[in-house]
T-cell receptor, first 108, second 112 residues
Framework: DTGVSQDPRHKITKRGQNVTFRCDPI?????LYWYRQTLGQGPEFLTY????????KSRLLSDRFSAERPKGSFSTLEIQRTEQGDSAMYLC??????FGPGTRLTVL | QKEVEQNSGPLSVPEGAIASLNCTYS??????FFWYRQYSGKSPELIMS????GDKEDGRFTAQLNKASQYVSLLIRDSQPSDSATYLC????????????FGRGTSLIVHP
């Protein structure tokens, strides 16, 4: 157990709906990453925060994706107008060490 | 486009043998290298990080880095069935970039 929690653990939604995921650490960590992982692939970088500042965002990420990290602690990732191609495991990680358990998104 | 290449496997080794996992990367200025283990249905867990050429040992695990040849490897000694998992290599660049690029992982099977 890394002490990182993600909520929800599973999300099933219909195409076109908005979803929001949350990532919480137990203690403060400097860098926070969001990744997306599909079966048979490594984690794909989505976005990165250092404290509360969002420093980088993948060029592959469409405008439907947005992330926040208020006060530099927990973070949220929102996907608007979900598409079937968004179905994946969404992982957050603090620094390079501590991955959360992930949120599995299924878009019907 | 930074690339990290791993043989997807599966790599099958008998219990007690040495498992050797390899990773090559395209960005010559990469500075930080990470190996993760990922069990099926679980999130990755960091095994080792290495930053300098040469070997770094931690228990049964040894990471080897050769920047000139742009490869990093992970050796697992005395492999156990519980080591059966997917092993992910990640590479992070230089110049203040903290974005790791992951390979697709190598599936390791340790059979009794």
């Amino acid at each position: 157990d890394t002490g990182v929690s993600q909520d929800p653990r599973h999300k099933i939604t219909k195409r076109g709906q908005n979803v929001t995921f949350r990532c919480d650490p137990i203690s403060e960590h400097n860098r926070l990453y969001w990744y997306r992982q599909t079966l048979g692939q490594g984690p794909e970088f989505l976005t990165y925060f250092q404290n509360e500042a969002q420093l980088e965002k993948s060029r592959l990420l469409s405008d439907r994706f947005s992330a926040e990290r208020p006060k530099g602690s927990f973070s949220t990732l929102e996907i608007q107008r979900t598409e079937q191609g968004d179905s994946a495991m969404y992982l957050c990680a603090y620094n390079e060490q501590f991955f959360g358990p992930g949120t599995r998104l299924t878009v019907l | 486009q930074k690339e990290v290449e791993q043989n997807s496997g599966p790599l099958s080794v008998p219990e007690g043998a040495i498992a050797s996992l390899n990773c090559t990367y395209s960005d010559r200025v990469s500075q930080s290298f990470f190996w993760y283990r990922q069990y099926s249905g679980k999130s990755p867990e960091l095994i080792m990080s290495i930053y300098s050429n040469g070997d770094k040992e931690d228990g049964r695990f040894t990471a080897q880095l050769n920047k000139a040849s742009q490869y990093v490897s992970l050796l697992i000694r005395d492999s156990q069935p519980s080591d059966s998992a997917t092993y992910l290599c990640a590479v992070r660049g230089a110049g203040g970039s903290y974005i790791p690029t992951f390979g697709r992982g190598t599936s390791l099977i340790v059979h009794p």
